[in-house]
C-alpha cells in the first residue's frame, strides 16, 4: 500500500519530532557542550539533518523561554539564561555534585591559580588528594607535572560546567576586573577578603594560611551552631 503524499508528510513530521526530541535530552542531559560528532554518535542522526535540528530547538527556546542553546564554534549545550543564572547558582549551593569541602578547596585552586599542588594540600590537609583527583578526572582542573608535585589550573570544562561568565573567566585569566561577577566568584572573593583582612592584622606574609584557618573557623562555627 503506497502512502499518500499527506500520510507521508505526517510519517516525516513524526520522524523529526522524535529526531529533535532526541537532540534536545541528549544537549538537557549533557551539562557540557557537545560536539557535532558527539551529537552524531549519541542520537545516530546525519550531520547535516542534526544543524538542521539544532537551528530549530533554538528557535524553539525564544525570548518566552528561560533556557536557551549556546553555540560555541561547533560545539552546542542547553542551559539557563544568562538573567536566571544568579538565582539558579544560589539554589545550586549546596548540592551533593561537590561535597562542601570540595567546593573550598576548588574555590581555592580557582582563585589562587596557577597553584602547586603541595600549596593546595598544605592549606587543605591530605583531603584535597581526593579533591584533586576528582577534578582532574571530571576535566575541570589541568595537573601539569613540575618536580615532585603538580601546577594546578582551571581548564576550559571548568568554565563551562559552571557557565562562568566572560567577564569573571577574563578576571580570573588576567587579574583584570571586567565588572562582571558571578555568584561563585562572589563566595571565593569573599572568602579570601576575610583572609586577607586576617592577614592584615596578623601581620602574616602568606594569605594562603589565612584562608585556610578562615575556612576552618567557618565550620567550627557551623558544628557550634548545629550543636548548640
Not at 538542521?52 to 525564544?62: A, F, G, M, P, V
Not at 561547533?74 to 570540595?102: H, I, P, S
Amino acid at each position: 500500500m503506497e502512502l499518500t503524499s499527506e500520510s507521508q508528510e505526517e510519517v516525516d513530521n513524526a520522524e523529526e519530532i522524535k529526531n529533535l526530541k532526541k537532540v534536545e535530552a541528549a544537549l538537557f542531559i549533557s551539562g557540557r557542550f557537545l560536539s557535532l560528532q558527539e551529537l552524531v554518535a549519541l542520537t545516530e542522526i546525519n550531520p547535516l539533518l542534526l544543524r538542521e535540528l539544532i537551528e530549530k530547538l533554538t528557535d524553539k527556546y525564544d525570548d518566552s523561554c528561560a533556557i536557551e542553546v549556546l553555540q560555541k564554534e561547533d560545539r552546542w549545550k542547553m542551559d539557563v539564561k544568562q538573567e536566571y543564572r544568579n538565582m539558579v547558582n544560589k539554589l545550586a549551593t549546596g548540592t551533593a555534585e561537590f561535597t562542601k569541602a570540595e567546593q573550598e578547596t576548588l574555590a581555592i585552586i580557582a582563585y589562587k591559580q596557577p597553584v602547586k599542588q603541595s600549596v593546595i594540600i598544605k592549606i587543605r590537609g591530605n583531603k584535597a588528594y581526593d579533591h584533586v583527583k576528582n577534578f582532574i578526572e571530571m576535566g575541570l582542573v589541568r595537573g601539569k607535572k613540575i618536580g615532585h608535585t603538580k601546577e594546578l589550573s582551571l581548564s576550559d570544562e571548568f568554565y563551562d560546567y559552571f557557565t562562568v561568565g566572560k567577564g569573571e573567566r577574563e578576571r580570573q585569566e588576567t587579574g583584570r576586573d571586567t565588572g562582571e561577577e558571578t555568584v561563585g566568584a562572589v563566595e571565593r572573593r569573599e572568602v579570601v577578603e576575610s583572609a586577607e583582612e586576617k592577614q592584615e592584622i596578623e601581620g602574616r606574609k602568606d594569605p594562603v594560611e589565612a584562608v585556610a584557618e578562615t575556612i576552618e573557623q567557618e565550620d567550627k562555627s557551623m558544628l557550634e551552631n548545629n550543636n548548640p
